[in-house]
């Protein structure tokens, strides 16, 4: 299909009057993709930390998730221990290879953790968030072993943790820190961005939550 | 041509969608949820203004580089182990969507929601190569179990009640016990993610749309809601991604702009559920995701717009917004329109993309209340480019002859008061907006058969002139 595509840049560089080679064209796409300018960024979403960890707070019960606060990374299995135990769920989690998870102390809870992708038969799962929106309550979660995609969507409960250091106040900042990560004009295979549990309102306009993705999402926040 | 069109028929549609009871009990809906919903979300956000202004400008300058950035986001996909196809027309990007499919052997396809997915009417074509195409969007499952098009871009099956749904359900999914209890909205979607579940998961390929194509990474962006965009590209063997040429963005902070209206203006959240950015197919060590990643580039007469005045057009980012806040929207829903796209956007995209000939009475389609424009977070110019095709049309003798003299639109209206009872309720707000023109029509220089209809409201504007001068012309030319 070499055609359509050569044939589809000519006709756009014909109704356009240019040829493609234009210099200063060029140099104006080069530059803002080297640039990657800003643009507005709301002012509710430039605070500082305390404000930030509120902020994401508040935002993420707007959108329908659950958060609670731990003081440290070793209070997370008891925190999740107690989430499904008051959601009469069983004390099962999906997780990933993440070593941050792997590190947490899952053994002093009688949670039976079993480990990889999800294949569609788990009903909860437990994944590491690399980090968080404050403007809109998002989590940002990338691909790979450490947090699989499929334990994000597949399971009918979703617990996810993120320390409250890697919390960005809006999306540009985020994606700064992706950038660091990844390596500039690169990106992981898979960033979701999720804000609060799957839902509808394709029936008469009703909002219904658990959708296709999961019916709950409950956010650890880790402290420190 | 495309998927089939009614959109010629768009009077007898219409006049039909008005006498639907059950479609005007669905059409509630959009008068009240979407409209509210949307204000309070632009309420709270201070720079939503500032927004739509950076998000209007951010698309003209990618426009004005389209071949670019086009160029950049193949070269971005390939390095990242991706495929980008360019198609010319549908039935381009429909051979090869089939032909990946076949090649990997494929029996099930399942669909997130993409309207180039329907503008190309590639369930049609998979059911021809022997594949099943099952769509995973709630409303998009719903009406392909009716054999039925959408009538919103971003509610599907909004022209539907529950009962209907319910019937659907007890129709097409045989299996289960007849005597469940289906009577609410919740059972309805708890039997929706079952059934589906097993297709996710039996899925061979998966095809999704795409709200964004960004040319710094060479990146795929789907925003959703319920999660099923992303089963259907995660869980299968390869992904395809239909997005049409306009559908490119420069950068990540581009793409942030225009999210911070998108679903502002959408469903009135602050962010969508599910915002997914995709690039290229499963990597090393990866436990899931897709093996193969392809995207197809649809041209389909876009290309032809730009550097005309519809160009502007390529700014939609179809969020739905325009046709929630049309009274003609509100009165006739989306079937009427005749094709993919209805309301607003689409009566000035349709006759763009196939042609006046079929989609020449879509402009008419207005009451040139001016809310559209005010509403759509790309500011495009909706009112005045329905003008334009009006002129167009009249000018290319299209139109049956009465219409020529522009007495048909507005008998239309007069003859059906009902419909114009939503564009009086805003007419104060329509007068604001048509400030230079001269309140009501008190007399227009088509002779008797108008005093009857005299007590519309303004919206005269240009067009009634330029016909007015057209007719003129024609008479010098004849
Ligand atoms: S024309 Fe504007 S309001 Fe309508 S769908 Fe497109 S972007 Fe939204």
């Given at each position: 299909?070499?055609?359509?595509?050569?044939?589809?840049?000519?006709?756009?560089?014909?109704?356009?009057?240019?040829?493609?080679?234009?210099?200063?064209?060029?140099?104006?796409?080069?530059?803002?993709?080297?640039?990657?300018?800003?643009?507005?960024?709301?002012?509710?979403?430039?605070?500082?930390?305390?404000?930030?960890?509120?902020?994401?707070?508040?935002?993420?019960?707007?959108?329908?998730?659950?958060?609670?606060?731990?003081?440290?990374?070793?209070?997370?299995?008891?925190?999740?221990?107690?989430?499904?135990?008051?959601?009469?769920?069983?004390?099962?989690?999906?997780?990933?290879?993440?070593?941050?998870?792997?590190?947490?102390?899952?053994?002093?809870?009688?949670?039976?953790?079993?480990?990889?992708?999800?294949?569609?038969?788990?009903?909860?799962?437990?994944?590491?968030?690399?980090?968080?929106?404050?403007?809109?309550?998002?989590?940002?979660?990338?691909?790979?072993?450490?947090?699989?995609?499929?334990?994000?969507?597949?399971?009918?409960?979703?617990?996810?943790?993120?320390?409250?250091?890697?919390?960005?106040?809006?999306?540009?900042?985020?994606?700064?820190k992706l950038r660091a990560r990844y390596g500039k004009e690169k990106m992981p295979r898979t960033l979701n961005l999720i804000t609060g549990p799957s839902r509808s309102a394709d029936i008469e306009q009703t909002l219904i939550l658990g959708a296709h993705g999961p019916r709950k999402l409950h956010i650890i926040v880790v402290e420190g | 041509m495309t998927v089939h069109s009614t959109a010629k028929a768009f009077k007898r549609n219409a006049a039909r969608a008005m006498q639907d009871e059950k479609l005007q009990r669905a059409l509630m809906h959009v008068r009240t949820n979407f409209i509210a919903k949307r204000q309070s979300a632009v309420d709270r956000l201070p720079e939503f203004e500032a927004l739509r202004e950076s998000a209007r400008d951010i698309k003209n300058h990618t426009l004005a580089h389209l071949d670019l950035y086009l160029e950049r986001y193949e070269a971005k996909v390939t390095q990242a182990g991706g495929h980008v196809h360019f198609a010319r027309t549908a039935e381009e990007a429909r051979a090869t969507v089939v032909d990946i499919c076949r090649r990997l052997g494929a029996k099930t396809v399942t669909k997130g929601k993409s309207m180039i997915g329907e503008e190309i009417g590639i369930n049609e074509a998979l059911e021809k190569a022997g594949m099943k195409p099952v769509e995973t969007d709630l409303g998009e499952y719903i009406i392909q179990l009716r054999g039925e098009i959408p009538s919103h871009i971003i509610a599907p099956a909004v022209h539907l009640n529950r009962d209907q749904v319910e019937a659907d359900f007890r129709r097409a999914h045989v299996e289960l016990d007849p005597k469940r209890d289906l009577s609410e909205p919740t059972q309805l979607l708890a039997e929706a993610r079952q059934v589906l579940r097993e297709r996710f998961l039996a899925a061979d390929v998966g095809i999704t749309g795409a709200n964004f194509l960004i040319a710094e990474t060479g990146t795929s962006v789907i925003v959703t809601n319920e999660g099923n965009g992303d089963l259907t590209q995660t869980l299968p063997k390869a992904h395809i991604v239909l997005a049409s040429i306009e559908k490119v963005t420069p950068t990540l902070e581009d793409v942030c702009q225009i999210l911070r209206v998108?679903?502002?203006?959408?469903?009135?959240?602050?962010?969508?559920?599910?915002?997914?950015?995709?690039?290229?197919?499963?990597?090393?060590?990866?436990?899931?995701?897709?093996?193969?990643?392809?995207?197809?580039?649809?041209?389909?007469?876009?290309?032809?717009?730009?550097?005309?005045?519809?160009?502007?057009?390529?700014?939609?980012?179809?969020?739905?917004?325009?046709?929630?806040?049309?009274?003609?929207?509100?009165?006739?829903?989306?079937?009427?329109?005749?094709?993919?796209?209805?309301?607003?956007?689409?009566?000035?995209?349709?006759?763009?993309?196939?042609?006046?000939?079929?989609?020449?009475?879509?402009?008419?389609?207005?009451?040139?209340?001016?809310?559209?424009?005010?509403?759509?977070?790309?500011?495009?110019?909706?009112?005045?480019?329905?003008?334009?095709?009006?002129?167009?049309?009249?000018?290319?003798?299209?139109?049956?002859?009465?219409?020529?003299?522009?007495?048909?639109?507005?008998?239309?209206?007069?003859?059906?008061?009902?419909?114009?009872?939503?564009?009086?309720?805003?007419?104060?707000?329509?007068?604001?907006?048509?400030?230079?023109?001269?309140?009501?029509?008190?007399?227009?220089?088509?002779?008797?058969?108008?005093?009857?209809?005299?007590?519309?409201?303004?919206?005269?504007?240009?067009?009634?002139?330029?016909?007015?001068?057209?007719?003129?012309?024609?008479?010098?030319?004849?």
């Open positions: 299909m070499s055609f359509a595509r050569d044939d589809v840049l000519r006709t756009i560089r014909r109704s356009l009057g240019v040829n493609g080679t234009e210099a200063s064209r060029r140099a104006e796409v080069d530059d803002r993709l080297s640039r990657a300018p800003d643009g507005i960024i709301p002012k509710r979403s430039q605070v500082d930390r305390a404000e930030r960890l509120a902020l994401f707070m508040a935002q993420a019960e707007t959108g329908l998730a659950t958060v609670v606060l731990v003081p440290d990374a070793a209070s997370v299995p008891t925190e999740a221990a107690r989430y499904l135990r008051d959601s009469n769920l069983p004390a099962t989690l999906r997780i990933g290879d993440d070593p941050r998870l792997a590190a947490m102390p899952w053994h002093a809870t009688t949670i039976e953790v079993s480990k990889g992708a999800s294949d569609g038969a788990d009903l909860n799962a437990l994944s590491h968030a690399f980090g968080g929106v404050a403007e809109t309550g998002t989590l940002a979660m990338v691909s790979g072993s450490d947090n699989p995609t499929t334990l994000n969507f597949l399971p009918d409960n979703h617990l996810v943790v993120v320390a409250s250091g890697d919390l960005s106040g809006n999306l540009e900042e985020l994606l700064q | 998108l679903a502002r203006s959408a469903t009135g959240q602050d962010m969508s559920v599910y915002t997914t950015f995709s690039t290229g197919p499963r990597r090393p060590g990866d436990p899931d995701g897709p093996g193969e990643y392809h995207v197809v580039i649809l041209d389909n007469g876009r290309s032809a717009m730009l550097g005309t005045q519809f160009q502007d057009m390529l700014r939609c980012i179809r969020c739905g917004a325009c046709m929630n806040h049309c009274p003609v929207y509100h009165a006739i829903g989306g079937h009427a329109y005749g094709w993919v796209y209805p309301g607003p956007m689409g009566a000035v995209l349709t006759p763009s993309l196939i042609g006046l000939g079929e989609g020449g009475n879509l402009p008419n389609a207005s009451t040139f209340c001016g809310r559209c424009e005010a509403v759509c977070p790309m500011k495009i110019p909706l009112p005045g480019m329905m003008r334009h095709w009006r002129e167009r049309e009249f000018e290319r003798h299209l139109s049956p002859a009465t219409q020529r003299y522009g007495l048909a639109f507005w008998a239309f209206f007069a003859k059906r008061p009902w419909l114009y009872r939503p564009a009086t309720r805003v007419a104060m707000w329509g007068l604001a907006l048509f400030g230079r023109s001269k309140g009501t029509l008190s007399s227009l220089p088509f002779g008797a058969g108008w005093t009857t209809h005299r007590d519309f409201p303004t919206p005269q504007g240009p067009t009634f002139q330029a016909r007015w001068h057209g007719r003129d012309k024609r008479r010098d030319l004849s």
